[in-house]
């Protein structure tokens, strides 16, 4: 049995008591609720003014809101899945897993344009409105989608491929190992997600330095997007453990064999969820612009009610 089961293994018999259980479950639906009611609101506010969906910058802000929101919804219904139903029909749990992981591999992708896209307003101000049009940034979504796609469908063929259609009718606990269990999908994987770290932070190191060394002597507004950098590339470091999430469960399990699921929750938390409270953070609160609009919202609904 290879590394990757073993983990499988340990994390299906590690069961917790349920007081434990319900903690926990309780703690992921409140933290899923908060993040998606700040995110709806921000959503509204875009929708609502047109200086938004006009912006590049907004329209990449927004399209990582939606994929947030989207990923959080799906990680923690798969979250409390394992919690009640346990085990799940092995074709529902693909499109449940294909959708999470499309998601989750979006967010460094999409957080590296938006570091881009500032390098681009601070270094070559006068270029800015050539370079970064609408038409450009929703093709660049559509880029990072496909990115993601091309990394994450090939699991898919390949399981086609190597496991017999009884297997697709089994319930199995839902996990990228279990509904993809093929080895060769590891090193794919593994290969895949150096690539993706080293080239999104050669983005992040190349952009926030030449902003460092432009805002040496510029003006305030120049420092808080060297700052809006620093923001950024707190929430990519966290977001991008992902990329190295399967060698660091392997770690926990060697570390910590007691307590292997509690490790895995905190991971959990402080991965998945943490990096999707930052952008409204960023955006929400920082951004006098979105700031202002999120306020006059805000307030003509206590108005009105």
């Not at 908060?34 to 990449?60: D, E, V, W």
């Not at 952009?207 to 707190?234: C, D, M, P």
């Amino acid at each position: 049995m290879n590394l990757s089961s073993t983990n499988v293994t340990v994390f299906i018999q590690s069961r917790d008591s349920f007081t434990k259980a319900v903690t926990k479950n309780v703690i992921v639906v409140v933290l899923s609720i908060s993040i998606n009611y700040i995110n709806a609101g921000l959503i509204h506010t875009f929708c609502k003014h047109q200086i938004f969906y006009m912006n590049p910058r907004y329209i990449l802000f927004i399209h990582l809101v939606v994929n947030d929101m989207i990923q959080v919804t799906l990680t923690v219904t798969l979250f409390l899945i394992s919690y009640t139903i346990y085990k799940l029909n092995v074709s529902v749990c693909c499109i449940f897993i294909l959708i999470a992981l499309f998601t989750t591999e979006n967010t460094p992708l999409n957080l590296a344009c938006m570091v881009v896209e500032c390098y681009i307003a601070i270094c070559i101000p006068l270029r800015h409105v050539q370079i970064c049009t609408v038409k450009r940034t929703l093709m660049l979504i559509g880029l990072i989608w496909a990115t993601s796609m091309l990394s994450v469908l090939p699991d898919l063929f390949i399981t086609l491929a190597t496991e017999p259609l009884d297997f697709f009718n089994s319930k199995v606990f839902c996990l990228r190992e279990t509904v993809f269990p093929s080895a060769l999908i590891t090193k794919k994987r593994d290969i895949t997600y150096t690539v993706f770290l080293v080239i999104v932070w050669l983005i992040i190191f190349y952009s926030y330095f030449r902003i460092l060394f432009t805002v040496k002597t510029a003006s305030k507004k120049n420092k808080k997007a060297r700052n809006t950098i620093l923001l950024h590339g707190f929430q990519l470091l966290l977001c991008m453990t992902t990329y190295v999430a399967p060698r660091l469960f392997s770690v926990l399990l060697q570390w910590f064999p007691q307590t292997y699921t509690d490790s895995v929750f905190a991971y959990y938390i402080i991965v998945q969820m943490l990096p999707r409270s930052i952008s409204p953070i960023i955006y929400g609160v920082r951004d006098n612009t979105f700031r202002g609009y999120l306020k006059r919202y805000l307030l003509c609904r206590v108005s009105i009610n």
